[in-house]
C-alpha cells in the first residue's frame, strides 16, 4: 500500500480518547509521575549550570506554536530563585505556556522542565517554573544522538575521560519522493529528514499547560508520506504519554529536528493527531516489531535554518564529561522521587539514604544500561550499545575566545569611548598596531567587530577605542549599554599591520578618524626613536586622544611632533597637503610609514608616498571600514568539502545563513582564522570548485580575489564547494 496518497493518510482511524490512549499504552505507574517537582532543587539547578542546549517551545505573540534550540554555552539560563528563571531568546517574543528539555553532551537522560512567561527585558525572557523532571534517556539511544558517528550510544561510557569528539553528519537514509504539493517539498527538507534521529516536539493543553519532550530513532525520527504529512512512531516508553494527552485537547504541535554533526535545524508545525492503524504501524517495524501507534502531521510550515545555538555550543566537537564531571540524572530523579513519597516510611528512608552514597549514580549504571539495552532490544532494535567508543581530534584552540571584564568605560569625545578591559592575572601581549576582535552578545545573538588596541603592549589592561558609527550595531551596543562590570569576550591579537619597537627608529604617522587608534598604541610603545604624526580629524572635539598626544608632544618635543588637521576648517586633506607636509620633514632613508583611516585617505597617502619613491617594504597601511553583517544569500542547505593540498580533511553541510568558517570550526574541522570578521586575512583559503559570496568590503586585494582565493569568515556558499587550506 502507497501512503503517498492524502485520501489514505485521512482515512486512518484517530485515537481521541485517554481511554483509547491508555488502552494501548497503559497507564503510567505513579513512581513515575512522584519524579515530578514543583521547584528547581540543587540537582535541577546543577543540570541547568551545565547543559549547553536545550529544545525550547513557545506560542508567539500571535499565538503560533514553534520549537528551536536555545542556549550556546553550560549555565546559559540564568536561575533568580527555585521558581523563576530567564534566559535569552535571539529570535520572536515568548508568551503564555513554555516548556523545556535540557541536553549534556553525551548523556541519556534529560530534563524537561516547563512553566509559564512571567515577564520579558529586551531579549532576556523570565519565566515562572511551575514543574521538572528527568526524562529517561531512551530517545537519546535510540536515535545515538552523541555516538551518530561510530558505534554505540547513550550516556559516556563508566570511567571515560574527557576527549574531543568530531561527530560527522549521521548517514542519511535513501531521501524520498516527496509526493504532491506541500511544506514538506520545500529546499533541503527532504534531505533533513531522511538523516535527522532526533526531535524536540511541543505540545500545549487548553488549561494553560505545555510540554517538549525529545522524541528519537534510528536514522529518520519523521517519515515523509505525502507533500504535506509526516509520521512519527511511537515506540514504549515511560508512559507519561504527555504529547499524546496534549494533543487530545489541542491538536496544535511544532518540533525542531537534529541531524548529529550539523548546525541547522529542522523548523516545523501544523497538527496532529493519533492513530494505531496496523498498516501504517507495519511500515515502522524494527526486526518485525511495529510501534504500538504513531503521531501523523498535517505539516503547515517547514524550513530548515542555521541554529546559534548549535554552532555556539559545539555540541558535536566538545570534550564529553569525565566521571563526576556533570551531575547524574538519574541521582536527580531519585531525589525527585524521595522527596514526593509520602511521610517519611522506610522505602523513602532508604532511597533518600541510597542516593547520597558517593558514586551510586556509577555503581547503578551499569544495571540501568542492562536494562535500557534489553527493553530496546524487545522494541526491534538489533545493535543497541550504551557508551561507545568516540573518534577522537584535535582541538580548534589555537585562537580561542577570551572573557575578560570591563574595568572602565572613559569617554574620548562625543562620539568615542575607550573601554579598558581586565582579566585579572593574565596580560594582554601583542604587537603595538595590531587588533583584537570583541565578541558580545546583541538581543540574544554574537555579534563580532574587529578594534585595534589603542594601548601599549604587556599589560595587565587592554584599551579599545570604539566610535559611534550610524547605525552599527556593536558600536551602539557599547555606547548606549555597557557598564564597567560587564562583560565580554575577545579574540586575538590580529592582523599584519604593526611596528617593531626595537627596530622603529625613525616613523611616520598618517591616520584620520578612528584611524588614531593603531597609532596610540605605537607612540605609547615607542620610546625611543622618532615620530612624526599627521592627524586628519573633523574638530578639535572629535580629535582622540587630543589632549594626550599635545601633552606628549609637549614633554617630548625631540621625539614626538604632532600635526592635526582639523577638515571642518580647512577641508579634507588632499595629495598637495599630504606632499607639502611630508616636504617639510626632514627624514632619513631608513624611515617606516604608517598609514591608517579610510580608504579614500589610504588611496590618497599611498599614491603620494609611490610618487616620492618610497620602497614598498617601508610603507605599511590598514584600511579601515564600519562593520556591516553577513548578508544572507544561500537559502538552502550547501555541501562544503576542506582539502589540505591533496589530502581531504573532511566534509560538512553549511547551513542557510552560515559562513563557512563557522560551519568548519562547528564541525571540528581545522580551518585558518583569527579575526572573524574579513579584517586580517588568516581565513584565506583556495576555492577549487562552487561559487561563494562574500560580504564586503574586506582585505582580500584583487590579485587575490582573482587567483580564486576567498575570506571564509564572511564566505557564504551559493552551491556546493570544495576549498583548499594549504598555505597559499
Same mark, same amino acid.
Given at each position: 500500500m502507497?501512503?503517498?496518497?492524502?485520501?489514505?493518510?485521512?482515512?486512518l482511524?484517530r485515537?481521541?480518547?485517554?481511554g483509547?490512549i491508555?488502552?494501548?499504552?497503559?497507564?503510567?505507574?505513579?513512581?513515575?509521575?512522584?519524579k515530578?517537582?514543583?521547584?528547581?532543587?540543587?540537582?535541577?539547578?546543577?543540570?541547568?549550570?551545565?547543559s549547553p542546549?536545550?529544545?525550547?517551545?513557545?506560542?508567539?505573540?500571535g499565538?503560533v506554536?514553534?520549537?528551536?534550540f536555545?542556549?550556546?554555552?553550560p549555565?546559559?539560563?540564568?536561575?533568580?530563585?527555585?521558581?523563576?528563571?530567564?534566559?535569552?531568546?535571539p529570535?520572536?517574543e515568548?508568551?503564555?505556556?513554555?516548556?523545556?528539555?535540557?541536553?549534556?553532551?553525551?548523556?541519556?537522560?534529560?530534563?524537561?522542565?516547563?512553566?509559564s512567561v512571567?515577564?520579558?527585558?529586551?531579549?532576556?525572557?523570565?519565566?515562572?517554573?511551575?514543574?521538572?523532571?528527568?526524562?529517561?534517556a531512551?530517545?537519546?539511544?535510540r536515535?545515538r544522538?552523541?555516538?551518530?558517528?561510530?558505534p554505540?550510544?547513550?550516556?559516556?561510557?563508566?570511567?571515560?575521560?574527557?576527549?574531543m569528539?568530531?561527530?560527522?553528519?549521521?548517514p542519511a537514509?535513501a531521501?524520498p519522493?516527496v509526493g504532491?504539493?506541500?511544506?514538506?517539498g520545500?529546499?533541503g527538507?527532504?534531505?533533513?529528514?531522511?538523516?535527522?534521529?532526533?526531535?524536540?516536539?511541543?505540545?500545549?493543553d487548553?488549561?494553560?499547560?505545555a510540554?517538549?519532550?525529545?522524541?528519537g530513532?534510528?536514522?529518520?525520527?519523521?517519515?515523509i508520506?505525502?507533500?504535506?504529512?509526516?509520521?512519527?512512531p511511537?515506540?514504549?516508553?515511560?508512559?507519561?504519554?504527555d504529547?499524546?494527552?496534549?494533543?487530545?485537547?489541542?491538536d496544535?504541535?511544532?518540533?525542531?529536528?537534529?541531524?548529529?554533526?550539523?548546525?541547522?535545524?529542522?523548523h516545523v508545525?501544523?497538527r496532529?493527531?493519533?492513530?494505531?492503524?496496523?498498516?501504517?504501524?507495519e511500515t515502522?517495524?524494527?526486526?518485525?516489531?511495529?510501534?504500538?501507534?504513531?503521531?501523523?502531521?498535517?505539516?503547515?510550515?517547514a524550513?530548515?535554518?542555521?541554529?546559534?545555538?548549535?554552532?555556539?555550543?559545539?555540541?558535536?566537537?566538545?570534550?564529553?564529561?569525565?566521571?563526576g564531571?556533570?551531575?547524574?540524572?538519574?541521582?536527580?530523579?531519585?531525589?525527585?522521587?524521595a522527596?514526593?513519597?509520602?511521610?517519611a516510611?522506610?522505602?523513602?528512608?532508604?532511597?533518600?539514604?541510597?542516593?547520597?552514597?558517593?558514586?551510586i549514580?556509577?555503581?547503578?549504571r551499569?544495571?540501568f544500561?542492562?536494562?535500557?539495552r534489553?527493553?530496546l532490544?524487545?522494541?526491534?532494535?538489533d545493535?543497541?550499545?550504551?557508551g561507545?567508543?568516540?573518534?577522537i581530534?584535535?582541538?580548534?584552540?589555537?585562537?580561542?575566545? /577570551?572573557? #575578560? &571584564?570591563? =574595568?572602565?568605560v572613559?569617554?574620548?569625545? +562625543?562620539? $568615542?569611548?575607550? @573601554?579598558?578591559?581586565?582579566d585579572?592575572?593574565r596580560s594582554?601581549?601583542?604587537?603595538p598596531g595590531q587588533?583584537?576582535?570583541?565578541v558580545t552578545?546583541?538581543?540574544? /545573538?554574537? #555579534? &563580532?567587530? =574587529?578594534y585595534?588596541?589603542?594601548?601599549? +603592549?604587556? $599589560?595587565?589592561r @587592554?584599551?579599545v577605542?570604539?566610535k559611534?558609527v550610524?547605525?552599527?550595531?556593536?558600536?551602539?551596543?557599547?555606547?548606549r549599554?555597557?557598564?564597567?562590570?560587564?562583560?565580554?569576550? #575577545? &579574540?586575538?591579537?590580529?592582523?599584519?599591520?604593526?611596528v617593531?619597537?626595537a627596530?622603529?627608529?625613525?616613523?611616520v604617522l598618517?591616520?584620520a578618524?578612528?584611524?588614531i587608534t593603531?597609532?596610540m598604541?605605537?607612540?605609547?610603545?615607542?620610546?625611543?626613536?622618532r615620530?612624526?604624526?599627521?592627524?586628519?580629524?573633523?574638530?578639535?572635539?572629535?580629535?582622540?586622544f587630543?589632549?594626550?598626544?599635545?601633552r606628549?608632544?609637549?614633554?617630548?618635543?625631540?621625539?614626538?611632533?604632532?600635526?592635526?588637521i582639523?577638515?571642518?576648517?580647512r577641508?579634507?586633506?588632499?595629495?598637495a597637503?599630504?606632499?607639502?607636509w611630508?616636504?617639510?620633514l626632514r627624514l632619513s632613508?631608513?624611515?617606516q610609514?604608517?598609514?591608517?583611516?579610510?580608504?579614500?585617505?589610504?588611496?590618497?597617502?599611498?599614491?603620494?608616498?609611490?610618487?616620492?619613491?618610497?620602497p614598498?617594504?617601508?610603507?605599511?597601511?590598514?584600511?579601515y571600514?564600519?562593520?556591516?553583517?553577513?548578508t544572507?544569500?544561500?537559502?538552502?542547505?550547501?555541501k562544503?568539502?576542506?582539502?589540505?593540498g591533496?589530502?581531504e580533511?573532511?566534509?560538512?553541510v553549511?547551513?542557510?545563513?552560515q559562513?563557512?568558517?563557522d560551519?568548519?570550526?562547528?564541525?571540528?574541522l581545522p580551518?585558518?582564522?583569527?579575526?572573524?570578521?574579513?579584517?586580517?586575512?588568516d581565513?584565506?583559503?583556495?576555492?577549487?570548485?562552487?561559487e561563494?559570496a562574500?560580504?564586503?568590503?574586506?582585505?582580500?586585494?584583487?590579485e587575490?580575489?582573482?587567483d580564486?582565493?576567498?575570506?571564509?569568515?564572511v564566505?557564504?556558499?551559493?552551491?556546493?564547494?570544495?576549498?583548499?587550506?594549504a598555505e597559499?
Amino acid at each position: 500500500m502507497s501512503w503517498e496518497n492524502n485520501t489514505l493518510v485521512r482515512a486512518l482511524p484517530r485515537l481521541e480518547t485517554v481511554g483509547e490512549i491508555e488502552a494501548i499504552l497503559g497507564r503510567p505507574p505513579s513512581m513515575i509521575m512522584l519524579k515530578t517537582v514543583a521547584a528547581l532543587d540543587e540537582g535541577c539547578r546543577a543540570v541547568l549550570a551545565h547543559s549547553p542546549l536545550a529544545g525550547f517551545g513557545y506560542r508567539d505573540a500571535g499565538g503560533v506554536g514553534r520549537t528551536t534550540f536555545i542556549g550556546g554555552a553550560p549555565g546559559f539560563v540564568r536561575v533568580h530563585s527555585p521558581t523563576r528563571m530567564s534566559f535569552t531568546l535571539p529570535d520572536g517574543e515568548a508568551h503564555g505556556p513554555v516548556s523545556f528539555v535540557f541536553l549534556l553532551p553525551g548523556v541519556g537522560e534529560a530534563l524537561r522542565v516547563n512553566g509559564s512567561v512571567a515577564k520579558r527585558k529586551g531579549a532576556e525572557t523570565f519565566v515562572d517554573v511551575q514543574e521538572a523532571y528527568v526524562h529517561c534517556a531512551q530517545a537519546v539511544i535510540r536515535s545515538r544522538l552523541w555516538f551518530s558517528g561510530g558505534p554505540g550510544g547513550g550516556a559516556p561510557r563508566p570511567g571515560a575521560e574527557p576527549r574531543m569528539s568530531q561527530q560527522p553528519p549521521a548517514p542519511a537514509g535513501a531521501v524520498p519522493e516527496v509526493g504532491g504539493a506541500g511544506p514538506l517539498g520545500n529546499p533541503g527538507v527532504a534531505e533533513f529528514l531522511a538523516a535527522a534521529p532526533f526531535l524536540a516536539l511541543s505540545t500545549w493543553d487548553d488549561s494553560g499547560g505545555a510540554d517538549t519532550s525529545p522524541r528519537g530513532d534510528r536514522q529518520a525520527v519523521a517519515r515523509i508520506l505525502d507533500g504535506r504529512t509526516l509520521v512519527i512512531p511511537d515506540r514504549k516508553g515511560n508512559k507519561r504519554a504527555d504529547s499524546l494527552h496534549n494533543l487530545l485537547r489541542d491538536d496544535r504541535l511544532s518540533f525542531a529536528a537534529l541531524v548529529p554533526g550539523r548546525t541547522g535545524v529542522l523548523h516545523v508545525r501544523g497538527r496532529g493527531w493519533i492513530t494505531d492503524d496496523p498498516a501504517l504501524l507495519e511500515t515502522m517495524a524494527l526486526r518485525g516489531t511495529p510501534p504500538h501507534a504513531a503521531l501523523v502531521i498535517d505539516v503547515e510550515h517547514a524550513e530548515v535554518t542555521a541554529n546559534e545555538a548549535l554552532t555556539r555550543s559545539r555540541v558535536w566537537t566538545a570534550a564529553r564529561p569525565g566521571p563526576g564531571a556533570a551531575p547524574d540524572l538519574m541521582v536527580v530523579a531519585g531525589n525527585h522521587l524521595a522527596a514526593n513519597m509520602a511521610g517519611a516510611g522506610p522505602l523513602a528512608r532508604l532511597l533518600k539514604a541510597v542516593t547520597r552514597i558517593p558514586g551510586i549514580g556509577r555503581m547503578l549504571r551499569p544495571v540501568f544500561n542492562r536494562a535500557s539495552r534489553s527493553g530496546l532490544r524487545k522494541e526491534g532494535y538489533d545493535d543497541v550499545t550504551i557508551g561507545g567508543r568516540q573518534s577522537i581530534v584535535e582541538s580548534e584552540a589555537a585562537n580561542p575566545l /577570551r572573557e #575578560v &571584564r570591563i =574595568a572602565e568605560v572613559r569617554r574620548e569625545t +562625543p562620539s $568615542a569611548v575607550t @573601554l579598558v578591559l581586565e582579566d585579572p592575572g593574565r596580560s594582554f601581549d601583542f604587537r603595538p598596531g595590531q587588533f583584537f576582535t570583541l565578541v558580545t552578545d546583541i538581543d540574544g /545573538r554574537p #555579534v &563580532r567587530r =574587529a578594534y585595534s588596541a589603542s594601548s601599549a +603592549p604587556g $599589560a595587565p589592561r @587592554l584599551e579599545v577605542t570604539v566610535k559611534q558609527v550610524d547605525g552599527g550595531r556593536f558600536s551602539t551596543h557599547v555606547h548606549r549599554n555597557l557598564r564597567a562590570g560587564d562583560r565580554l569576550s #575577545v &579574540r586575538g591579537p590580529s592582523g599584519a599591520f604593526h611596528v617593531d619597537p626595537a627596530a622603529a627608529h625613525e616613523v611616520v604617522l598618517i591616520a584620520a578618524g578612528s584611524g588614531i587608534t593603531p597609532m596610540m598604541s605605537m607612540i605609547r610603545t615607542l620610546t625611543a626613536g622618532r615620530i612624526a604624526l599627521l592627524y586628519s580629524s573633523r574638530s578639535h572635539e572629535e580629535m582622540i586622544f587630543a589632549d594626550e598626544l599635545s601633552r606628549l608632544a609637549e614633554e617630548h618635543p625631540e621625539r614626538l611632533a604632532v600635526t592635526p588637521i582639523l577638515t571642518r576648517e580647512r577641508g579634507r586633506l588632499d595629495a598637495a597637503g599630504v606632499h607639502d607636509w611630508l616636504a617639510g620633514l626632514r627624514l632619513s632613508e631608513e624611515v617606516q610609514y604608517y598609514v591608517c583611516g579610510p580608504e579614500a585617505l589610504t588611496d590618497v597617502v599611498l599614491g603620494v608616498l609611490t610618487e616620492r619613491g618610497v620602497p614598498d617594504d617601508h610603507v605599511h597601511h590598514e584600511r579601515y571600514t564600519s562593520g556591516t553583517d553577513v548578508t544572507t544569500v544561500a537559502t538552502v542547505p550547501r555541501k562544503m568539502l576542506v582539502e589540505d593540498g591533496t589530502h581531504e580533511v573532511g566534509s560538512l553541510v553549511v547551513e542557510p545563513g552560515q559562513t563557512l568558517l563557522d560551519a568548519g570550526l562547528a564541525a571540528g574541522l581545522p580551518l585558518p582564522y583569527s579575526c572573524t570578521v574579513g579584517n586580517c586575512g588568516d581565513c584565506m583559503v583556495k576555492l577549487r570548485g562552487g561559487e561563494v559570496a562574500m560580504a564586503g568590503p574586506n582585505c582580500l586585494t584583487p590579485e587575490q580575489k582573482a587567483d580564486g582565493h576567498i575570506l571564509t569568515c564572511v564566505g557564504l556558499p551559493l552551491s556546493d564547494v570544495t576549498v583548499d587550506i594549504a598555505e597559499p
